[in-house]
């Protein structure tokens, strides 16, 4: 899967599983993946800033990790 494939490059250990949204409203980052998405932070759940409303490290080290893959830099 592609995410699993970047948490590889990056360093990370992904799990992939179904959530509840009130356990989002404890994320201290939040971010999609997708074919058509990339990595798309999310910074907002339900009106509610997650941590302090910017795009967290994680979500920047995909990106990062997803760019070099596809032989684009930032």
């Given at each position: 899967a592609p995410g699993r494939d970047l948490d590889h490059a990056a360093g990370f250990h992904v799990e992939e599983r179904a959530v509840q949204v009130e356990e989002l409203h404890d994320a201290t980052?939040?971010?999609?993946?997708?074919?058509?998405?990339?990595?798309?932070?999310?910074?907002?759940?339900d009106g509610k800033?997650?941590?302090?409303?910017?795009?967290?490290?994680?979500?920047?080290?995909l990106y990062e990790a997803f760019l070099e893959g596809v032989g684009q830099r930032f």
């Open positions: 980052e939040a971010f999609f993946t997708g074919t058509t998405t990339e990595v798309r932070p999310t910074v907002r759940i800033d997650i941590e302090d409303g910017a795009v967290g490290p994680v979500a920047r080290r």
